[in-house]
């Protein structure tokens, strides 16, 4: 019995919980984009609370959502068992807790108490005749095959993340944008005319050759028609797509590109600064872009690349889906692509749709109609404020959901194509799980407003002033104002507005 039975349908109750939101918010959480498993609005729900987890942890990228809740049509039998065994009687059971799994402990524990029955049953009958020779044998067999089977496995991040090459098949597109990988995978070059891709150590600069001609295409026709100094490409994917060690839960299948929104610099830059150079928010708080960054080149910018028709979604914070509605004027068809979400504030997000061939992806559902300037934005502007402390606790007895960390993604839990494309051309994956770090440096900016202004936080105690803040050193690491990079700099430097 792997883990990932053990552990995926938990994810079921954290869904069903979820309150309800309207069903085109759906479309917006694309990142986490499964609304074919259910009813959309509850995985909305989902993805804010865990937005608001992660922005605990860590916020990187930002692009982190709930992976897609487990279909209960697909729950192996075995799970269902698992999930019925009787454990101790609940002082407060509910029909939520009945479809629990039982905690691991308490499986591990009925476990061995099933094995030691057997084997003392076995032990009793020591006058061994034939029948219980052989039912003793098949004890320990099963015993064994159980150890065997609790054995930890390399999670698919592991396995797809210390891929360094392609899979030498036809190029595709394999399962869901969260959930699945990349066959025939293409790099982009790590320069090209109008381009420049950043934190080349994560080697995250492949795609679908659908994703690699977009970029290129939007780099030559941004700076061809002066819009746009250059881009600075972020992550793409893995060579063989997948699950990351760091920053995305999308990101998987090679159709995805994140750009920064800070403009290329006018030379090329170094490895090094690829590395330390620091993207700049567009916010002057949770609900403004900064007018002395944000301006008309990332407006024509993400105009052009919502132009493109492969282009199915861009990703992009409230705040500048609010500057982008205000400086539309009359051309508004390319609005419903920009989607609000959380985090996006100094990088949007590019996703194109399946591309033909790729006959095992999963596509997205497409966007609702209209500009998504209204009340949709209102609602998304709201989600981002900082929110205040409640002024009266949470009223004792209610369970508080389950918390923290998300179950990991496994090899089984992907479509059965990328076991495939994993081990194309002979690749030998790890077999036993291996610690993943990526050591590279947060792309965001230094002082990252991501945990104030991304996700409905849960409630902290106020933040210190902004005098005190302004004082206060830098705490990542000392900024020295580099004349190479000004673009860092000015990150590092920037003063941070107050938020709430
Ligand atoms: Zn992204």
Redesign the pocket.
């Known amino acids: 019995m792997s883990l990932i039975r053990h552990v995926a349908p938990w994810l079921l109750p954290l869904v069903v919980l979820a309150g309800s939101a309207r069903a085109e918010d759906a479309a917006a959480t694309d990142?986490s984009g499964p609304s074919w498993h259910g009813p959309a609005g509850h995985l909305v729900e989902a993805a804010e609370k865990q937005t608001a987890a992660d922005a605990q942890n860590k916020s990187l990228?930002n692009?982190a959502v709930v992976p897609p809740a487990p279909k209960p049509a697909d729950r192996p039998a075995a799970a269902k068992e698992k999930a019925a065994t009787p454990k101790k009687p609940d002082p407060a059971p509910t029909a939520k807790k009945a479809a629990e799994p039982a905690p691991k402990a308490a499986q591990a524990a009925a476990d061995a108490k099933q094995d030691a029955a057997k084997q003392d049953a076995a032990k009793k009958d020591g006058k061994a005749d034939d029948k219980s020779a052989k039912d003793d044998k098949s004890a320990k067999d099963d015993k064994s095959a159980k150890k065997e089977a609790k054995k930890p496995l390399p999670t698919a991040k592991q396995l797809f993340g210390t891929v360094k090459s392609a899979a030498p098949l036809k190029a595709r597109a394999v399962g869901w944008y969260a959930k699945g990988c990349l066959s025939g995978a293409k790099s982009l070059a790590v320069d090209g005319p109008g381009w420049q891709v950043m934190r080349l150590s994560r080697n995250r600069n492949w795609g679908h050759p659908d994703l690699v001609a977009l970029l290129e295409r939007l780099a030559k026709e941004s700076t061809a028609a002066k819009e746009w100094s250059g881009l600075l490409v972020?992550?793409m994917s893995q060579p063989r797509g997948g699950p990351m060690a760091s920053?995305?839960a999308?990101?998987q299948v090679g159709l995805?590109?994140?750009i920064w929104l800070t403009p290329m610099p006018n030379r090329t830059l170094t490895r090094r600064e690829r590395e330390d150079m620091s993207a700049v928010s567009m916010l002057a708080n949770a609900g403004a872009v900064d007018p002395k960054v944000w301006g008309d080149g990332q407006v024509k910018l993400i105009k052009r690349a919502a132009s493109y028709s492969s282009v199915e979604r861009i990703?992009v914070h409230p705040a500048l889906k609010k500057a982008l509605c205000e400086a539309a004027g009359k051309d508004r068809h390319w609005l419903n692509k920009v989607r609000p979400y959380f985090g996006?504030f100094y990088?949007f997000?590019v996703r194109i749709g399946c591309p033909s061939g790729s006959t095992n992806c999963q596509a997205q559902p497409p966007v609702p109609d209209g500009d998504g300037c209204g009340a949709e934005l209102t609602d998304w502007l709201k989600r981002v404020a900082p929110k205040k402390p409640p002024v009266a606790a949470k009223p004792p007895g209610k369970p508080s959901k389950p918390s923290g960390p998300k179950p990991e993604i496994m090899l089984a839990d992907l479509p059965a194509d990328c076991t495939t494309v994993l081990m194309a051309g002979g690749n030998k994956p790890p077999t036993v799980p291996a610690e993943m770090v990526d050591s590279s440096k947060d792309a965001g900016p230094v002082n990252d407003l991501t945990s104030v202004t991304a996700a409905p936080a849960p409630p902290k105690p106020e933040p210190p002033k902004p005098e005190a803040q302004k004082h206060e050193p830098a705490k990542a690491e000392p900024h020295k104002p580099d004349p190479k990079a000004p673009a860092a700099a000015a990150a590092a430097t920037k003063p941070q507005a107050k938020t709430n």
């Open positions: 990142e990228d692009d972020g992550d920053g995305h999308s990101h995805d590109a994140d990703l996006h990088h997000h």
